[in-house]
């Protein structure tokens, strides 16, 4: 079976700092993995993948994920959050060809001015 | 390129009145589509999920139903809504073996 927990629920920062998003993950094969943004009433939007390449994954706005396989996590980072980056963020697990995903409860990231 | 189309983008029902949303992806074949829904508060459940038509698989027993009557070509329906039916909505679709889903941008329903 596989899981993905977000430790988070809600993170804030203030605008210009760094911002961490905790992912954690189960899965008995190797996983891929995904992290996906959301605005308010909007459809998900793909931010970055892994997917058994490099561990360090570039993603979409300055956010980029590194995969630690001894942690089973998949934290998502960026060095200076923006207004624009108030959103809702997923964890995504997936491990099948099948592309049956487990979704994380999602954090909703808080940006102050 | 790829487009994935969602609609109605809003929806107000009174319980009891039947419902239908429709998707469509454009610019690819014979993808795999899925129906989501995102209560207030709560993760994305799926719903639904088809590898192609006429093939729909259900993840969660439930007052709704789907169908795929054309390949590109994914309908969310129920006969008789509940208030629990209400919800965000989300059509996504991605290619075999990918792991990466698109959505579509979401249709809100109030069950009244």
């Known amino acids: 079976a596989q899981s993905v927990t977000q430790l988070d629920s809600h993170v804030s920062v203030s605008e210009g700092t760094p911002v961490l998003l905790r992912c954690n993950y189960s899965s008995s094969y190797s996983p891929s993995l995904f992290w996906y943004v959301q605005h308010p009433n909007k459809g998900l939007q793909l931010l970055l993948k892994y997917t058994s390449a490099a561990t360090l994954v570039k993603g979409i706005n300055g956010f980029e994920a590194e995969f630690k396989k001894s942690e089973t996590s998949f934290h998502l980072t960026k060095p200076s959050a923006h207004m624009s980056d108030a959103a809702e963020y997923f964890c995504v697990v997936s491990y099948r060809a099948g592309n049956m995903l487990t979704f994380g409860g999602g954090t909703r990231l808080m940006v102050k001015p | 390129s790829q487009t994935i189309h969602q609609w109605p983008a809003t929806l107000v029902q009174p319980v009891g009145s039947p419902l239908s949303l429709e998707c469509t992806v454009e610019?690819?074949?014979?993808?795999?589509l899925y129906w989501y829904r995102q209560a207030a508060g709560r993760g994305l459940q799926l719903l639904f999920y088809s590898v192609g038509i006429g093939q729909i698989s259900s993840e969660v027993p439930q007052n709704l139903s789907a169908s795929r009557p054309q390949d590109r070509q994914f309908i969310l329906s129920s006969k008789k809504l509940l208030l629990s039916d209400s919800g965000f909505y989300l059509c996504?679709?991605?290619?075999?073996?990918?792991?990466?889903?698109?959505f579509g941008e979401g249709s809100r329903l109030t069950v009244l």
């Open positions: 996504a679709w991605s290619g075999h073996g990918t792991g990466e889903l698109f």
């Open positions: 610019g690819t074949s014979n993808p795999n």
